[in-house]
């Protein structure tokens, strides 16, 4: 596509429901990041993918946190039994590359705002 | 711990003024940074990047400067116009780590016309 693409753009949920975040990547890119941004903040890294490589998990804050990219293109973020903490806005990005080369351009989706009431 | 940190959080100027907005880092293992732009209700937009190795980079109306001796990064836009208010992130990333990119908590600009 020609930008990154996230569904839905907003999603009401009660606490204690499961989500689930999609994330449409720009075609060719193998680099695809979560990040988490909270009113007011910056951002947060959840997750990173890259190619084949296992992914960096080291930034979901809980078990209740999960991601997965399938045929190295679609990436799905999905969040267990709901908290009021899990409100913010959900960015995925993408690039052709991020791992060992810098340099090298992440393009931003416009996100998913996530309210769990 | 590492961070990455704006000095300022608001800053509001008139149109045709420059515009410098501070960051402040911590990790001296950091060896590039970015800056971005978001604008409300949008996903950040890449304005310009640095590697450590250089301490100035030139864009269209923007130039990123970095002192690696007291870890700051400064982006600053000249003539800044009303399109140019948002919120600016820095971001440092480390080697072979540049996925997992720290952001800072982001300046609010504001340009009245």
Not at chain 1, 10 to 39: F, M
Not at chain 1, 71 to 90: H, K
Request: with cysteine; proline share 4%.
């Amino acid at each position: 596509g020609a930008g990154v693409s996230q569904s839905p753009s907003n999603k009401v949920t009660e606490k204690g429901k499961d989500v689930e975040l999609r994330c449409d990547p720009i075609s060719g890119h193998t680099a695809l990041y979560w990040y988490r941004q909270s009113l007011g903040q910056g951002l947060e890294f959840l997750i990173y993918f890259q190619g084949n490589s296992a992914p960096d998990k080291s930034g979901l804050p809980s078990d209740r946190f999960s991601a997965e990219r399938t045929g190295g293109s679609v990436s799905t973020l999905t969040i267990q039994r709901t908290q009021q903490e899990d409100s913010a806005v959900y960015l995925c990005a993408s690039s052709l590359d991020r791992g060992r080369e810098m340099n090298t351009e992440a393009f931003f989706g416009q996100g998913t705002r996530l309210t769990v009431v | 711990g590492e961070s990455v940190g704006l000095h300022l959080p608001t800053l509001s100027v008139q149109e045709g003024d420059n515009s410098i907005i501070n960051c402040a880092y911590s990790n001296s293992a950091s060896d590039y940074f970015i800056w971005y732009k978001q604008e409300s209700g949008k996903g950040p937009q890449f304005i310009i990047d640095i590697r450590s190795n250089m301490d100035k980079r030139q864009g269209q109306r923007v130039t990123v400067l970095l002192n690696k001796t007291v870890k700051h990064l400064s982006l600053q836009i000249a003539a800044t116009q009303p399109g140019d208010s948002a919120v600016y992130f820095c971001a440092e990333g480390r080697p072979n780590l540049y996925g997992k990119l720290t952001f800072g908590q982001g300046t609010i600009l504001t340009v009245h016309p």
